[in-house]
């Protein structure tokens, strides 16, 4: 047993716990050496997934391991491995407060200091195209761009990363991110933080944040 598989479920645990997903959307992958991904497969329980049940597949959907249907979003999947090489996990939530933006076809501002650093920006919407189809991998793609999250329109939620923790994470902070502008918005106008406090912030959270040893 990989330690890939039991880390993806492990993810998924956390995506119920937090509300992220209900029932059997959402999915979950983690790249596989240079043309493969090991993915959660279509229409399964979470709450029943077992390590074994991951499938893995090419990049061109060919199942190489495992007995079930790959999600039905791999294209999604297939397409932000193919195109964002450095990207090495990607989880797709279905969450309420990121989906209501995705149903109002809304960026969610870069209001919030920690979303600017996770994300790199607003949070845009790719075009809307059909669920399961190259349309919506490709519209998904342009839109997520350089950043870590996009908005699929009227569907929910992707975040990707160079692991799963920092992939989930970075759907943690846009889910909290778009509570807390619809909230604000009662109180009246949000302000999106400066382009250029956002590049600075970005990169610092690339290339300085977190535990490290100090210098002697």
Request: glycine residues 8%; contains cysteine.
């Amino acid at each position: 047993m990989t330690s890939s598989r039991k880390e993806v479920i492990e993810t998924i645990k956390l995506m119920c716990r937090d509300n992220l997903v209900l029932g059997t959307w959402g999915n979950v992958s983690v790249r596989e050496g240079e043309n493969r991904m090991l993915i959660t497969p279509s229409g399964m329980d979470y709450g029943l997934l077992m390590p074994e049940d991951l499938v893995c597949i090419s990049f061109d959907g060919q199942v190489l391991e495992g007995l079930w249907q790959p999600s039905s979003e791999w294209r999604v999947h297939a397409a932000i491995f193919a195109g964002r090489p450095e990207v090495r996990a990607i989880v797709h939530t279905h969450s309420v407060y990121a989906t209501a933006f995705a149903v109002a076809r809304q960026a969610i501002p870069p209001v919030v200091e920690d979303m600017a650093q996770v994300v790199g920006g607003a949070v845009d919407v790719a075009d809307y195209a059909l669920p399961g189809t190259e349309q919506l991998a490709e519209n998904a793609l342009y839109a997520l761009g350089a950043k870590s999250a996009v908005i699929l329109a009227s569907h929910g939620l992707v975040g990707v990363s160079a692991t799963l923790g920092e992939a989930l994470k970075v759907c943690q902070i846009v889910e909290k991110t778009a509570q807390a502008v619809l909230f604000a918005r009662q109180l009246g106008p949000v302000f999106s933080l400066s382009e250029e406090d956002i590049i600075t912030m970005r990169s610092f959270y690339l290339t300085s944040y977190g535990p490290g040893k100090r210098g002697r």
